[in-house]
């Protein structure tokens, strides 16, 4: 079994390094560098996204280089890059979609903003929005197109961040937030009321926007924030998720993490090394069914990782629910959900509830892939009421 797990490490590490700069993958599976730069994603060889001399002097949203892409009939959009803050609170360079439909906005005021969080869920570059919405390989095309044909701009940004940290709360919520500052650089309006969305890893980004919002960016006109599934507390998922059917996705997001938090590199031992090496390119397709690659003891330095001092500072630091959002959110969430349980949710609408927080959370039927059909249109309606001005405020739990 070992040997089986080290060939098939092997040959997933070849094909992650195909057409990449590393000049001796295998010596680097034999020996694992120390470097953290080796565990980043493979640059895309695009200068576009490499920051201007200086970019870090600029305040948080600032535009450093734009360019027109084609998207989907109906719409403009254009790509931005502009300035955020990492999960350290260090300058990085961070990217966007901004789609605008053709058809003028028919509704009262100024034209919605909608930040649209898809759940990216990956480690690779070739993952990221800002790669697959002009290629026509987007997974959740169809959400950006149901938003636009409403009228709204869509905000799409590449929330994890230029090293594609997976799961990382603080720098997913910076940059959704200063890609919406960005966005003011191609017509919208600082008046429009702005709404905040996204599933399960999209979640992510979108509660923590919500909930940074008003020390970060208290100047955007956030009318509401709706997500659904979200993954909120590492202590929760290394349960439902590590040794489960999800342990593919649970290595994957603690890779992230370990990207914003490189001191966790120390808790890996060689094979922990190396399954990073072999997962750092891969896009959420692979990483789902990716059954081998587990969290657990052959694979860490030291003997039980979760207890660990700077394991358990980062997941504290990354869950959800800390501080409180100043706009009203919705939350949907699977009763049957087994990958991200309903506990979660629950305690995050708790917490933000007892800090003063407006929090309606729904719990529908389903597992973690029905749930998101079942409770999407009802977060859409309520966020489109949000846009519309109609008030809301207190907290309930409704379930299904």
């Known amino acids: ?38 565990y980043l994603p493979t ?26 892409v084609a998207v989907t009939p109906g ?21 966007t979609t901004v789609l605008t439909p053709d058809a003028p906005w028919t509704g009262g005021g100024e034209r919605p903003v909608i930040a649209y969080n898809e759940a990216t869920d990956s480690l690779g570059n070739k993952c990221a929005p800002s790669y697959t919405l002009p ?22 940004t590449d929330y994890q961040g230029p090293r594609q940290a997976y799961s990382a709360g603080l720098v997913s919520g910076h940059t959704v937030l200063d890609g919406l500052r960005a966005s003011r650089s191609t017509g919208v309006s600082a008046d429009a009321p702005i709404g905040i969305t996204g599933y399960s890893g ?13 020390e970060y960016a208290p100047e955007l006109n956030i009318a509401g ?25 649970f290595t994957a997001a603690t890779i992230g993490l370990s990207r914003e938090y490189p001191e966790m590199r120390q808790l890996a031992n060689d094979n922990g090394k190396r399954l990073a090496l072999a997962q750092k390119d891969q896009c959420v397709d692979v990483l789902s069914y990716t059954g081998l690659l587990l969290l657990d003891q052959r694979n860490l330095s030291v003997p039980d990782v979760f207890e660990h001092p700077i394991t358990k500072a980062v997941i504290e630091e990354n869950r959800m629910g800390q501080k409180k959002p100043d706009a009203p959110v919705y939350i949907y969430q699977g009763l049957q959900d087994f990958l991200i349980p309903k506990e979660g949710a629950e305690a995050v609408q708790d917490q933000w509830c007892a800090a003063g927080a407006s929090v309606h959370l729904e719990e529908v ?17 309520w966020l489109a009421q949000r846009l519309a001005g ?3 405020s207190g907290c309930e739990r409704v379930i299904n």
């Open 43 to 68: 640059s895309l060889g695009d200068p576009w996204f490499d920051p201007p001399a200086g970019y870090e002097n600029l305040q948080p949203g600032a535009v450093l280089d734009r360019r027109d």
């Open 135 to 156: 290629r026509g390989n987007n997974k959740e095309i169809d959400q950006v197109r149901i938003l636009l044909d409403r009228g709204y701009t869509v905000v799409v």
């Open 1 to 38: 079994m070992r040997k089986a797990i080290v060939l098939a490490g092997a040959a997933a590490l070849m094909l992650s390094f195909a057409g990449s700069a590393q000049a001796d993958p295998l010596q680097d599976f034999i020996s694992p560098p120390s470097d953290p730069a080796a």
């Open 202 to 214: 999209g979640a992510i980004a979108s509660g923590w926007a919500a909930q940074l919002a008003p």
């Open 75 to 95: 719409a403009s959009s254009v790509q931005l890059l502009f300035r955020s803050t990492d999960s350290k609170n260090q300058p990085i360079a961070a990217s």
């Open 365 to 381: 039927p389903g597992d973690h892939t029905l749930a998101q059909s079942n409770g999407r249109p009802g977060a859409y309606d």
């Open 225 to 249: 924030v709706a997500f659904g599934g979200p993954p909120t507390d590492y202590k929760i998922l290394q349960t439902s998720l590590n040794g489960q059917i999800g342990s593919g996705l």
């Open 390 to 392: 109609v008030p809301t």
